[in-house]
């Protein structure tokens, strides 16, 4: 997911730093306890990675805004 900017300061220090990194999605289960630990599984699950591989941040939208 390319992004002209960036969207976290996360995502700033690594362009500023030249890591090179993929923005990656999945759909949140509102049954789920902790975002962290959800998005680790789902994120592990879709592709070739382990859990100790996944770095996140989370940018997450509420219904009310």
Do not use: C
Request: zero cysteines; charged letters at 15%.
């Amino acid at each position: 997911m390319p992004v002209a900017r960036a969207a976290t300061p996360a995502i700033a220090a690594l362009v500023a730093a030249g890591v090179a990194h993929e923005g990656v999605q999945y759909r949140h289960d509102p049954r789920s306890a902790s975002f962290g630990e959800e998005a680790v599984n789902e994120l592990a699950q879709a592709g070739d990675l382990s859990p100790a591989q996944i770095l996140k941040t989370l940018v997450v939208a509420l219904p009310k805004g």
